[in-house]
């Protein structure tokens, strides 16, 4: 992200505003310190700072004088020094004449304040400065609080829940939202479909909950209740495993190609079960022993249960040498990409899709589909469900077992794996 510079020790996030916003906005560029020495944490706290800014600068194309007086409110804010100082008030006399001048430079066109004489620039006026001395605050105001609430949730949950917020709030700025404009927000949206609908109101209804917990307002929350549109009926393929033919033409079509790296991450999946993720985050030192059985540690995973060890089989015993071997970043499966998620599959996934298709293999065929794969073949081969659960990470649906044993035996697993060929 091209926002965010280092000041220092720390992280701050940087906007620069355009020349011809400058007079509106009354300066020439945004900035936050995040209070971070970390890029990636920094990058996270930027989003919130950098879309609020850049949704002043659309505001001031299309309304320079909400736009100024949001400006005006935000530097006052930030301003929290001075009003330790302020014992009687002065700095309250300061800002109302700040603001009184701004409207009579941006509403009133340089005419003194006491002129005005119409029933339009009354309103306009006052307006203006119910925003600036923050009097009446925009919704839109909330949502860097209403995001540190939602910290725990997972990033990549946190930046589509941000979006659809941000998204909805674009035209709607000042007003709080009823039931009869979301019921007609609705009805104009219904081209998005009706789960793409149901997600945005999720998002909205989780940052009117926290909009109630603040005070901010008192009504039940106006996003929940309704009736959405049905979408066009669909096929959706259901994703499926490989079939043991597929997957012999899967690896005769990347042996063929010079890309080892998915090669070789095809081929742990084949003989692991393990999800693209969870391969691509295996480290050397996750290369273990335990109970006289050589096993690959997964201790980055999606769930409670993903976290496991995978006795090696004995096919790629040989291979994972090689990859801890050959490694030049303590990760096993060599991969450029990482996106802001930390995740290093990305690359290695659109790859994987490619290869598929140019086999034309159809979308209800994905890396996932490899996992399906080694499922079926402990199935097929009698592996009872509790060890096979243990191997592939899966929650165990008994309480006997999911709750109260301590897991199958290194020995187990390793027997099971071992009954798996292609």
Not at 230 to 241: E, G, M, S
């Given at each position: 992200m091209g926002f965010v510079v280092k000041r220092g020790e720390?992280?701050?996030?940087?906007?620069?505003?355009?020349?011809?916003?400058?007079?509106?906005?009354?300066?020439?560029?945004?900035?936050?310190?995040?209070?971070?020495?970390?890029?990636?944490?920094?990058?996270?706290?930027?989003?919130?700072?950098?879309?609020?800014?850049?949704?002043?600068?659309?505001?001031?194309?299309?309304?320079?004088?909400?736009?100024?007086?949001k400006a005006?409110?935000?530097?006052?804010?930030?301003?929290?020094?001075?009003?330790?100082?302020?014992?009687?008030?002065?700095?309250?006399?300061?800002?109302?004449?700040i603001i009184e001048e701004a409207i009579e430079k941006t509403i009133?066109?340089?005419?003194?304040?006491?002129?005005?004489?119409?029933?339009?620039?009354?309103?306009?006026?006052?307006?203006?400065?119910?925003?600036?001395?923050?009097?009446?605050?925009?919704?839109?105001?909330?949502v860097d609080g209403w995001l540190a609430s939602i910290s725990h949730l997972k990033p990549r949950t946190i930046n589509q829940m941000q979006r659809d917020v941000v998204s909805f709030h674009k035209e709607e700025t000042s007003h709080i939202p009823t039931r009869e404009t979301i019921a007609a927000w609705i009805r104009a949206s219904k081209s998005s479909g009706a789960k793409s609908i149901k997600r945005k109101l999720g998002s909205l209804g989780s940052f009117w909950e926290y909009l109630l917990v603040e005070g901010v307002v008192t009504d039940l929350s106006p996003f929940s209740g309704h009736?959405?549109?049905?979408?066009?009926?669909?096929?959706?393929?259901?994703?499926?495993?490989?079939?043991?033919?597929?997957?012999?033409?899967?690896?005769?079509?990347v042996s063929l190609s010079n890309d080892t790296a998915l090669a070789d991450l095809i081929t742990l999946g084949l003989y692991t079960g393990a999800r693209i993720e969870e391969l691509c985050r295996l480290k050397v030192d996750d290369i273990i022993t335990e109970d006289n059985h050589r096993a690959l540690r997964i201790d980055k995973s999606k769930t409670q249960a993903g976290t496991r060890t995978v006795p090696l089989h004995p096919a790629i015993t040989v291979l994972v040498d090689r990859l801890a071997a050959d490694s030049k970043d303590v990760y096993l499966v060599f991969s450029k990409s990482k996106n802001q998620y930390d995740e290093r599959s990305t690359g290695l996934s659109r790859r994987?899709?490619?290869?598929?298709?140019?086999?034309?293999?159809?979308?209800?065929?994905?890396?996932?589909?490899?996992?399906?794969?080694?499922?079926?073949?402990?199935?097929?081969?009698?592996?009872?469900?509790?060890i096979a659960a243990d191997i592939l990470g899966h929650e165990k649906q008994t309480i006997t077992y999911g709750l109260y044993s301590g897991g199958t035996s290194m020995a187990q697993k390793m027997e099971a794996i071992s009954k798996i060929n292609y």
């Open positions: 720390n992280y701050s996030a940087r906007l620069a505003i355009p020349k011809a916003l400058r007079p509106i906005l009354g300066r020439n560029e945004f900035k936050k310190s995040l209070g971070t020495t970390s890029r990636m944490e920094a990058e996270l706290l930027a989003a919130p700072h950098i879309l609020s800014w850049k949704k002043l600068i659309e505001e001031a194309k299309l309304d320079g004088a909400t736009a100024k007086a005006l409110r935000q530097a006052f804010l930030s301003d929290k020094g001075n009003d330790k100082l302020d014992e009687d008030g002065a700095m309250e006399v300061v800002r109302g004449i009133l066109g340089g005419r003194d304040i006491n002129s005005i004489d119409s029933k339009s620039e009354r309103a306009a006026a006052k307006a203006f400065y119910d925003i600036a001395s923050g009097q009446v605050v925009t919704l839109d105001d909330y009736k959405l549109p049905r979408d066009i009926a669909k096929t959706k393929p259901t994703r499926r495993a490989f079939s043991n033919d597929e997957c012999l033409a899967l690896m005769a079509k994987f899709g490619r290869l598929k298709s140019s086999l034309d293999y159809g979308p209800e065929l994905v890396f996932h589909s490899l996992r399906k794969t080694v499922t079926t073949k402990l199935e097929q081969a009698g592996v009872p469900e509790g």
